[in-house]
């Protein structure tokens, strides 16, 4: 008979403890000491552009690229084929605009909207400047480096992009709208 009431016992020891174990497991969860819930261990390769924007609550980001690979970002090219041309470039001129008057101008014009980073496509950033061919404005090339640019952070492929942070260094000055020109 005693036999009985051990094992009786053991079962009802380990239902009490069963609780005990989840409550645990929980608390373990829940404190997140490898910052797994913080996103510390990610997959994610925009990770460290999002860690990047993150330290300063004001980042404004803005997605530029050179006449051949604008579609090289993953947001443009998937708003591209959802809705169209239309729908990506739409402010997309007025940058334009402002980058073929020089880096000066196109520096002092990212500070006037308070846009504190550009976002680039690897390619174009291996290739050191952001160019776009002469059409209905003047041609652009913009490099992406010291004084104008330091880079902060970079994701990697499919959709390979560097972070640069806009760097205070013009003097030339500009209202915040953007010019209006034709050629």
Do not use: C
Request: glycine residues 6%.
């Amino acid at each position: 008979m005693s036999e009985e009431y051990l094992y009786v016992d053991v079962v009802i020891l380990r239902r009490l403890n069963l609780p005990w174990l989840l409550i645990a497991v929980l608390a373990v969860v829940v404190s997140d000491p490898l910052g797994v819930l913080n996103g510390n261990i990610s997959q994610d390769s925009y990770s460290e552009i999002r860690s990047a924007l993150l330290k300063s609550h004001k980042s404004k980001v803005v997605l530029v690229g050179s006449w051949d690979d604008f579609y090289s970002h993953e947001y443009n090219d998937y708003w591209r084929s959802e809705m169209g041309e239309g729908f990506v470039e739409r402010n997309y001129d007025e940058v334009l605009d402002a980058a073929s008057l020089g880096d000066d101008y196109f520096n002092q014009y990212l500070r006037a909207k308070e846009i504190t980073h550009i976002l680039v496509p690897q390619s174009t950033f291996d290739q050191g400047a952001i160019r776009h061919k002469f059409a209905n404005r003047g041609s652009i090339e913009i490099k992406i480096g010291e004084p104008y640019f330091a880079v902060e952070g970079a994701s990697s492929y499919p959709y390979a992009s560097v972070l640069l942070k806009v760097l205070k260094t013009s003097n030339v000055v500009v209202s915040a709208d953007a010019p209006k020109y034709e050629i």
